[in-house]
């Protein structure tokens, strides 16, 4: 699923026509790219791509003063069953990724087998750090946020919690780890 695609479809179903540049100003006003996975640059390409698919259309051409012309862009009736999809797909569909750790975990480097905790210890740092700043900013820029945004903001900190807890579960197991990782080196049966 594109959260780009599904976020320019929904806003020009919401919104009524809109230019990019207008679709980028919103995206930045509603903060997208603090709860989705939307980076506001990637917008107008986006949107040239759904133009392709005739999911948008040009509705009208603008032109203010010295300024380039502007594409004023609407939805089209397939960008509406597109959307209707999208949503679906979006409400329904789990989105679950690996994370590459869990393999480097699993295929340690038997000569650096010492530094295991220092490196983990390291990443759990960093991630608390991130914890703590998405907590600060959130609450910096909740007065701005709909109920829903703001719950999407939430998931990310929940998310982020859950790894926190689960890079405390891997510190206390590193012991055990390292005592088996070593003992497979022995006995290579």
Same mark, same amino acid.
């Given at each position: 699923?594109?959260?780009?695609?599904? +976020?320019?479809?929904?806003?020009?179903?919401?919104?009524?026509?809109?230019?990019?540049?207008?679709?980028?100003?919103?995206?930045?006003?509603?903060?997208?790219?603090?709860?989705?996975?939307?980076?506001?640059?990637?917008? +107008?390409?986006?949107?040239?791509?759904?133009?392709?698919?005739?999911?948008?259309?040009?509705?009208?051409?603008?032109?203010?003063?010295? +300024?380039?012309?502007?594409?004023?862009?609407?939805?089209?009736?397939?960008?509406?069953?597109?959307?209707?999809?999208?949503?679906?797909?979006?409400?329904?569909?789990?989105?679950?990724?690996?994370?590459?750790?869990?393999?480097?975990?699993?295929?340690?480097?038997?000569?650096?087998?010492?530094?295991?905790?220092?490196?983990?210890?390291?990443?759990?740092?960093?991630?608390?750090?991130?914890?703590?700043?998405?907590?600060?900013?959130?609450?910096?820029?909740?007065? +701005?946020?709909?109920?829903?945004?703001?719950?999407?903001?939430?998931?990310?900190?929940?998310?982020?919690?859950?790894?926190?807890?689960?890079?405390?579960?891997?510190?206390?197991?590193?012991?055990?780890?390292?005592?088996?990782?070593?003992?497979?080196?022995?006995?290579?049966?």
């Amino acid at each position: 699923m594109s959260s780009i695609r599904f +976020y320019i479809l929904a806003s020009l179903a919401e919104r009524g026509p809109m230019h990019g540049h207008a679709l980028v100003a919103l995206a930045e006003q509603e903060h997208v790219h603090e709860w989705t996975d939307i980076s506001v640059g990637g917008l +107008y390409g986006a949107a040239r791509r759904l133009l392709a698919e005739r999911l948008i259309e040009v509705v009208r051409t603008e032109k203010q003063g010295n +300024y380039p012309e502007r594409q004023v862009f609407g939805i089209t009736d397939a960008g509406r069953v597109a959307l209707r999809v999208l949503q679906r797909d979006a409400l329904t569909e789990l989105n679950w990724r690996h994370d590459p750790v869990d393999l480097a975990i699993s295929r340690l480097d038997p000569e650096r087998l010492d530094e295991l905790e220092a490196v983990i210890r390291d990443r759990r740092d960093r991630l608390a750090a991130v914890l703590e700043h998405r907590r600060e900013h959130n609450a910096s820029i909740r007065r +701005y946020l709909t109920v829903a945004e703001a719950l999407g903001t939430r998931h990310g900190i929940h998310r982020l919690e859950a790894e926190l807890a689960w890079h405390d579960e891997l510190l206390a197991a590193i012991p055990d780890i390292v005592r088996d990782e070593r003992t497979r080196q022995k006995d290579p049966s």
